[in-house]
T-cell receptor
Framework: EDQVTQSPEALRLQEGESSSLNCSYT??????LFWYRQDPGKGPEFLFTLYSAGEEKEKERLKATLTKKESFLHITAPKPEDSATYLC??????????????FGTGTLLAVQP | DTGVSQNPRHKITKRGQNVTFRCDPI?????LYWYRQTLGQGPEFLTY????????KSRLLSDRFSAERPKGSFSTLEIQRTEQGDSAMYLC???????????????FGEGSWLTVV
């Protein structure tokens, strides 16, 4: 069964304390892996799409990496405004028949000043 | 371009009533998706349109749910005979086919909150 698992469920960091969030997946053929940020009561905000193992993308204090079985979202020197839920999603390759995303349950990040 | 727009943002309805949500995708995005999200969970796929054609439906989309996208522009999601279990945030998203420059970016709207009392 296609599955996406995120860990930890919740993470509390001090401002400036770097860390990583994990997203592991078991899918039969990966078309793309997506990272989103979601603030309370809002829709997910797009961060990155990764397509192949070894790929990396960066945006400000965030860097996403991808292997054949998992992805990491590295947060360097976080600030309180980075506090949010970070969602990981995968898009499978079913010969082009589907474009749906399968989401994990997210990691709730709290950065304290 | 103001992004994906959803209306209404909040809806409280009595059990058994019908509700309709509207989504206006980013202009020129031919792909449109509906998802549902409950507290503490990630969004769950409901249905997908390419232009006006509904190409995929989740088994979560019971007979009480119907989605349309006339003329391949805006979309509506209607829930008939609402139940308390329908209470959730309904998210719309849109995208264009992946190309070398833009990649595959799926943008979400702010969501429509449904509370069934």
């Amino acid at each position: 069964e296609d599955q996406v698992t995120q860990s930890p469920e919740a993470l509390r960091l001090q401002e400036g304390e770097s860390s990583s969030l994990n997203c592991s997946y078991t899918v039969s053929g990966l078309r793309g892996l997506f990272w989103y940020r979601q603030d309370p009561g809002k829709g997910p905000e797009f961060l990155f799409t990764l397509y192949s193992a070894g790929e990396e993308k960066e945006k400000e204090r965030l860097k996403a990496t991808l292997t054949k079985k998992e992805s990491f979202l590295h947060i360097t020197a976080p600030k309180p405004e980075d506090s949010a839920t970070y969602l990981c999603a995968v898009q499978m390759n079913y010969g082009g028949a589907t474009n749906k995303l399968i989401f994990g349950t997210g990691t709730l990040l709290a950065v304290q000043p | 371009d103001t992004g994906v727009s959803q209306n209404p943002r909040h809806k409280i309805t009595k059990r058994g009533q019908n509700v309709t949500f509207r989504c206006d995708p980013i202009s020129e995005h031919n792909r449109l998706y509906w998802y549902r999200q409950t507290l503490g969970q990630g969004p769950e796929f409901l249905t997908y349109f390419q232009n006006e054609a509904q190409l995929e439906k989740s088994r979560l989309l019971s007979d009480r749910f119907s989605a349309e996208r006339p003329k391949g522009s805006f979309s509506t999601l209607e829930i008939q005979r609402t139940e308390q279990g329908d209470s959730a945030m309904y998210l719309c998203a849109s995208s264009v086919p992946r190309d070398r420059t833009s990649g595959n970016t799926i943008y979400f709207g702010e969501g429509s909150w449904l509370t069934v009392v």
